[in-house]
């Protein structure tokens, strides 16, 4: 490809909408542009791209043993009907109709259509276990997109699911897909830690993601983890609390005054206490419903946790305004700072749901919010001053420095991607989908099944989060969108512009992925749309070919070297070569 003819166009300055880094370079090195908010267009440089990944995909997938297939974008609500999603999946669900008044939806996820075609094809245990994959775009209408191809609309994923008679044979092939994302994610050029996780929308009893660990502020989760192998997504990391003064001092209960005691820390230093002996109240909103989380004050709640607790769809902490009204309709007075669980019924004729920690469940002597303003109760203990909640569940966000649920040493944190995720879902589809089999007894069984998807879009951006600089991309070469740029320094300059054709043709000729910048544009210029675009390795053709050299520039170490011709040629004829022979 000659630059002068290839369809890119780089930008001097980032987008002003952008966050991450992937989404800044993407845009400005002209691989990708914005259609609609958290729908991008993908330009030739980024389709090259995904085409290299979802290559390395399917060689690996098809070597597990599975067999891709196409199922289609658009899907009937009549099957999400079937599974019990229709109205559970949330407002991520782009629902719509045709002209005959069908309601359709864009698909998020196929659990559904797979379940379908697995039904009308799986009848015997003779024909099991199989794993049938796809590649293809989706669509969740997220709230709030952002971080460019990292949280957007519209994305290219992979999703596979397996069908087996029994947990034993799930329980393999999840580690076959587990071994089988492991060489997909290392060949694309990512190190990866595959961390347990929430499995959402989803389902199942057991879930893990692959993340990226990144120190970028496009991490989207803490990860927390210990050297003895433990990992897990914040939503779904557990701990073990160090020792803490649970108990307060007080003689008796008793309600006193707090004046201007709004938050843990005022209250804290009113009362000179601890902030381990105060019950905090907080105020959600989950599927329009208040729900009411109680939780020792030094601790934050984590809000998938609580909405799993309440088996909810979605989640939000609830507005001031919000509060007033709900404070109103039981007949209080009292702002955040001094809500409490006793005395709240209702709220818009629905019963409010209160959901403790398990932190809280062993207090004594504590603190409590009374819906009093500027009031609390000292002294007050679970039975007799107020009634501790029905529902006790671990809602509890993990800090780092907490213990090891599986060796008692500090956990650690840190920021990370997820770029693939695996799901045991068990008969969650099967079952009221009335997807079964023919067991060796004759008798009808529903299978068990898995799920399994990677992000190929997501990939491709985490990729550029781990391989970058000041400059520009640093693409690793298996998903580079071209392997080498050849750079004459002066296009005007015969023998130049002689040694760059010949160059060109030979890295053409062994089937290198080469671009030849034959644009009339300065040196300066053309250096810095190579560094920006990210090709792996930098031919340039300058003064120093009178003396039989060029130079040669591997992007990813930046090391520079003045060879001959032949040799850099070489080079990069035998890197792809060996790239091409794994």
Known sequence: MRMSKLFVQTLREFPSDAEVVSHKLLVRAG???????????YLPLMWRVLKKVENIVREEMDSAGAQELLMPFVQPKELWEESGRWGAYGAELMRLQDRHGREMCLGPTHEE????????????????????????????????????????????????????????????????????????????GLETKAVQSDSGAIGGSVSHEFMVITDTDAGENDVFYCDCGYAANSNHAISNLPTAKTSGDWSKAEIIDTPNTHSIEELCDFLKIEPTVIVKSLVYIVDKIPVIALIRADKAVEETKLMNAVKGNDIRIATAGEIEDIMKVNGF??????????????????KIKFVADE???????????????????????????????????????????????ECGKPLKVTRGIEVGNIFQLGTKYSAPMNAVYTDIDGKTKPYVMGCYGIGISRTAAATVEAHHDEHGIKWPLAIAPYHAIVIPVSTKDELQMKVAEDIYKTLIKHGVEAVIDDRDERAGVKFKDADLIGFPYRITVGKGISEGLVEFKVRETEEISNIK?????????TAVTNLKMK
């Open 113 to 188: 259509i797979i379940t379908s075609i697995a039904r009308d094809g799986l009848k015997s245990y003779k024909q099991l276990p199989v794993n049938l994959y796809q590649i293809q775009s989706k669509f969740r209408d997220e709230r709030r997109p952002r971080f460019g191809l990292l949280r957007g609309r519209e994305f290219i994923m992979k999703d596979a699911y397996s069908f087996d008679t029994s947990q034993e044979g799930l329980d393999k092939e999840y580690k076959n897909m587990w071994n089988a994302y492991t060489k997909i994610f290392k060949r694309c």
């Open 333 to 350: 007075d009292a702002d955040r700072g001094f809500i409490g669980p006793k005395g709240l019924k209702e709220y818009n004729g629905e």
């Open 359 to 405: 932190t809280v469940k062993d207090m004594k002597n504590f603190v409590i919010g009374i819906n009093k303003k500027d009031m609390h109760g000292v002294g007050y203990n679970w039975g007799s001053e107020v009634d501790l909640p029905e529902l006790i569940a671990d809602i509890r966000l993990v800090e780092a420095g907490e213990l090891c649920p």
């Open 31 to 41: 691989f990708i542009r914005k259609l609609a908010m958290g729908v991008y267009n």
């Open 565 to 573: 011709p032949e040799d850099a040629a070489e080079i990069v004829v």
